[in-house]
């Protein structure tokens, strides 16, 4: 190296050089190096915040299922009695169609009585009147007899 001081002067502009160029070094590590610890809190503050968003979605859920169980028993309950009301008006409805029909023979066997009264002509006279007292004071009694049960029943339902 060189004895003069310009030469001298480079020499140590040289190691000042690299001396600032490694502080210039240092300063952009240590600002390297706060930008990753920044980095690295914001992913951990972003980290809690989703876990938190995270629970409260699980949180929510459960709450959700928790109270589409209750909605879902309620349902089957309701479902458990219509379903037992159906079936007591079905068979309510079987015992109706069975009085209906039952009712309909008696009514074609009386309007039948009815018809067979009015082309039924009686020879005596006393026996006529005789037997129109005695249908006058109830129609149903001129039919009566022990062997048929079924107008025996109907008579005695229509008696006033």
Do not use: W
Not at 1 to 27: A, F, I, V
Not at 30 to 45: S, W
Not at 123 to 152: C, D, K, V
């Amino acid at each position: 190296m060189m004895d003069s001081p310009s030469g001298n002067y480079t020499c140590l502009s040289n190691s000042r050089l690299q001396n600032l160029g490694s502080d210039q070094e240092k300063l952009m590590q240590i600002a390297l190096l706060e930008k990753k610890k920044k980095r690295k809190e914001a992913n951990r503050l972003s980290a809690r915040q989703s876990r938190k968003r995270k629970q409260k979605y699980m949180d929510d859920m459960v709450t959700q299922v928790v109270e589409l169980r209750r909605e879902n028993t309620e349902l089957v309950a309701g479902l458990n009695t219509v379903m037992q009301m159906c079936q007591n008006v079905e068979s309510e409805n079987s015992i109706l169609r069975a009085q209906m029909v039952e009712l309909t023979h008696t009514l074609r066997s009386l309007n039948h009585i009815i018809d067979l009264v009015n082309t039924t002509t009686i020879s005596s006279s006393t026996t006529t009147s005789n037997a129109f007292n005695f249908a006058a004071q109830n129609p149903m009694n001129m039919f009566l007899s022990p062997n048929q049960p079924m107008i025996t029943a109907c008579a005695a339902m229509f008696q006033c």
